[in-house]
């Protein structure tokens, strides 16, 4: 029986949310591909009103840093807000559709109102989107037929706070890094901080929105370089090295050890895919406490400590049964 994805109902919440191909196969290869998931990402975020902090799109598998709004601002959407939101997923003849319904008021206007707030707002409903819609898109192109990703996404809820997501968002950033495809993520097309160093403004958004979305850009990413390549980076990125040698690592770890918490962003680490819950003890602690229910009756506390390196006070709410570095 699988376990209930943990989410905060209703509530303003982030969530990184990871997806892989079915059977692992590197469909996502192609340029074409990887461009139009990067495309959807944003048209889906628009029209569930999900805010995009940072992605990354590799060749089997994506990643994505998102934050969710309240109900209660979904809800309130005026019938203008909806159409408007409906037009970044759907072709101008749809949406002319949709608001001549939304015009003959009554239950029709309630009733084509009320479906498409039913898929805004809420992470499960973004990723099913965004996954049904690009699936159609590579099967009709590909002549393929079946099922496209592999088990249902795998999500982990992260505390909306500065040093949580930056370091969240840094990790997802460094995919390519540690599959040792360039050494700078700034160099990679496919991933937020990619596309943000390119000039896209919506990235640039959602990368200042990981601390102050009211602070100057160059302040931001100079904050945010640091946390990506640890203190005292070099600004020709080209000096770091692709990745890190994780037996390397594990061996450190096996001899009572830590890696830097730069070099432990370039290991695969499980606690970001598998941890359910991450951020400061208080924030896992008070996540425990208003979902006692979910744990076993032995369990006594929520927070549990973050091996590997020096995380800072960013614990997880799952024990890993697992290895740190995979």
Request: overall charge positive; charged content about 30%; some cysteine.
């Amino acid at each position: 029986m699988r376990q209930r994805r943990i989410k905060m109902e209703g509530q303003r919440s982030v969530y990184h949310c990871m997806t892989r191909i079915v059977g692992d196969d590197f469909l996502l290869d192609e340029e074409r591909a990887k461009e139009v998931l990067r495309k959807q990402i944003w048209n889906v975020s628009g029209f569930c009103g999900v805010e995009v902090l940072t992605y990354c799109i590799m060749s089997n598998h994506f990643h994505i840093l998102v934050r969710t709004p309240y109900d209660d601002e979904v809800k309130a959407l005026s019938d203008t807000e909806i159409l408007q939101r409906a037009g970044c997923i759907y072709s101008p003849e749809k949406v002319s559709f949709l608001r001549d319904r939304f015009n003959e008021g009554g239950d029709i206007r309630r009733n084509f109102r009320a479906n498409l707030l039913s898929r805004m707002g809420d992470v499960s409903l973004f990723m099913k989107e965004l996954k049904q819609r690009f699936s159609i898109w590579y099967n009709r192109t590909h002549r393929r037929r079946g099922t496209l990703w592999g088990d249902r996404f795998k999500s982990v809820l992260v505390q909306d706070d500065p040093f949580a997501l930056m370091t969240v968002a840094a990790y997802i950033d460094l995919n390519p890094v540690r599959a040792g495809l360039i050494s700078d993520p700034a160099e990679y097309r496919y991933c937020g901080y990619g596309e943000a160093m390119g000039g896209s403004k919506r990235a640039r958004r959602g990368i200042s929105s990981l601390t102050d979305p009211k602070e100057v850009w160059s302040s931001v990413i100079e904050k945010y370089r640091v946390v990506v390549f640890g203190k005292g980076y070099a600004r020709d990125a080209r000096t770091h090295d692709c990745g890190v040698d994780i037996e390397k690592a594990r061996r450190i770890l096996n001899e009572g050890g830590r890696v830097t918490r730069s070099e432990a962003l370039r290991c695969r680490v499980r606690y970001f895919s598998d941890g359910a819950v991450l951020g400061s003890k208080e924030f896992v602690q008070k996540y425990f406490e208003s979902h006692r229910e979910r744990f076993g009756v032995k369990r006594r506390d929520g927070p549990r400590q973050m091996k590997g390196t020096d995380w800072g006070d960013l614990t997880c709410i799952r024990d890993l049964r697992r290895e740190v570095f995979g």
